[in-house]
């Protein structure tokens, strides 16, 4: 005989485990802006960088708007936004006046995300800096790297292998992000990289363990605008050089997960607090459509079969737990 403690441990284990990713929890959907604008390098990862976050996106309550326009950075538009994210940017890729609106959303409550090259961009913007913890020096060539989370205790780590192993471009930086109070979250084994450009005489620039990954709490921008409650969090990968990697749940569970946590620090409107971001609530679904009604094309499968067979994780961990009850109070009986 099961008892109920028992049967319902397995439920909710079984619900968490098929409702993973978990969503952001914010009551509006947060509206990031994707931003990929390169004046220098362009990595041939962005269009399925693009591809990825558009296919995820809705799992995760986030709506995305993807842009090269560097116009985009007016006052009037980027107060929509409760979020950038930037993918393998690089050079500068804003002029003076778009910096002087990415500073002040910043001090605003913007959330910032950045991914790969976002840390060789802007390097002129003390903002940025702040925002993205340390900016890019230099990488030795692409190769096999094993890289380690320090902690599963964070969204961006939490579905991390404790050694993941893969190719990629390991990033050098021109200081430790940790002096701009960022926390390390990944780090990657440098004894087995072929890195000559390394001294081992001298201090490693971007600090001890080597930092892969981070996230920054309060972000120093040493200025917060009027009516802004604080600076919002930032996340922080140098991992997504190539196409394969983009192409795997655990690089893209990295990235939401980093992408989430810092916008569920609540600074901005989605969140129902701060001077920026999405307050526009979407409209309700439209009502369910007669079970017998047929699609468009004519083939009779009915739209409330065409829904249910594409539920997200979150729906069918429901349906899970729903049913696990419901054996449960089957057996007790």
Not at 60 to 88: C, H, P, Q, R, W
Not at 108 to 117: K, M
Request: hydrophobic residues 35%; charged residues 15%.
């Amino acid at each position: 005989m099961f008892s109920i403690g028992t049967l319902l441990t397995t439920a909710l284990a079984a619900a968490v485990a098929l409702a993973k990713p978990n969503p952001a929890s914010a009551p509006v959907s947060p509206r990031v802006l994707v931003f990929t604008k390169t004046e220098g390098f362009r990595h041939d990862s962005i269009p399925t960088a693009i591809e990825q976050l558009r296919k995820y996106g809705p799992e995760y309550n986030i709506l995305f708007d993807f842009s090269e326009d560097a116009t985009t950075f007016s006052d009037t538009n980027m107060t929509k936004y409760d979020g950038v994210l930037f993918v393998s940017t690089s050079e500068n890729i804003l002029n003076a006046d778009q910096q002087g609106v990415f500073t002040k959303w910043l001090q605003s409550g913007g959330v910032y995300s950045g991914v790969h090259l976002a840390c060789g961009t802007l390097q002129n913007m003390a903002a940025y800096k702040a925002a993205v913890g340390a900016l890019f020096e230099y990488h030795p060539e692409q190769q096999v790297a094993t890289f380690s989370p320090l902690t599963k205790d964070h969204p961006a780590t939490a579905d991390m292998p404790d050694q993941w192993s893969y190719s990629e471009e390991v990033y050098f930086f021109q200081s430790d992000p940790r002096e701009m109070g960022a926390t390390v979250l990944v780090t990657v084994d440098k004894t087995k990289l072929d890195n000559p450009n390394e001294d081992p005489n001298q201090t490693p620039k971007s600090g001890t363990p080597h930092p892969i990954a981070w996230y920054i709490e309060q972000p120093q921008y040493n200025y917060t605008v009027q009516g802004a409650p604080k600076h919002g969090r930032s996340f922080y990968t140098s991992l997504g050089h190539s196409n394969e990697v983009w192409q795997t749940d655990t690089f893209m569970y990295h990235v939401f997960g980093g992408l989430t946590w810092a916008l569920d620090g609540g600074s901005t409107r989605a969140y129902q607090v701060g001077i920026i971001g999405n307050n526009t609530t979407p409209p309700p679904p439209p009502p369910p459509k007669p079970e017998n009604e047929t699609t468009d094309s004519g083939e009779g499968t009915s739209r409330a079969d065409l829904r249910s067979s594409s539920a997200s994780p979150s729906f069918a961990a429901a349906g899970v737990l729903a049913g696990a009850l419901a054996l449960g109070a089957a057996i007790l009986l």
